[in-house]
Nanobody
Framework: VQLQASGGGLVQAGGSLRLSCKAS????????MGWFRQAPGKEREFVTA????????RYADSVKGRFTISRDSAKNTMYLQMNSLKPEDTAVYYC????????????????WGQGTLVTVSS
């Protein structure tokens, strides 16, 4: 099972980026997927997650109204549209997958991608 995250980069505050996470190696039916991030010197934290059908989502308070998660089940791909980016959004962003419902706990996810760096300059 592999999760491949991409789309990170350098952007000015107020700008936008779109991250992608391509899943391969198995069928991800009934798997929820999520995005986490880890800033330098800080613990990995939950950002957002989505169920397999896309019918349910959850967001961290810090990104509500600015980030949007979506997925294309036919392509086994998840997306994170990030708007109105702030310097505090700077982090390595990881995608993850778990069987079943959405959870915000890092430890509840079974599969992880390698991470993609997002840097927001002020």
């Amino acid at each position: 099972v592999q999760l491949q995250a991409s789309g990170g980069g350098l952007v000015q505050a107020g700008g936008s980026l779109r991250l992608s996470c391509k899943a391969s190696g198995r069928t991800f039916s009934r798997y929820s997927m999520g995005w986490f991030r880890q800033a330098p010197g800080k613990e990995r934290e939950f950002v957002t997650a989505i169920t397999w059908t896309g019918g349910s989502t959850r967001y961290a308070d810090s990104v509500k109204g600015r980030f949007t998660i979506s997925r294309d089940s036919a392509k086994n791909t998840m997306y994170l549209q990030m708007n109105s980016l702030k310097p505090e959004d700077t982090a390595v962003y990881y995608c993850a997958a778990r069987y079943g419902e959405i959870y915000s706990l890092t430890s509840s996810y079974d599969y992880w991608g390698q991470g993609t760096l997002v840097t927001v300059s002020s």
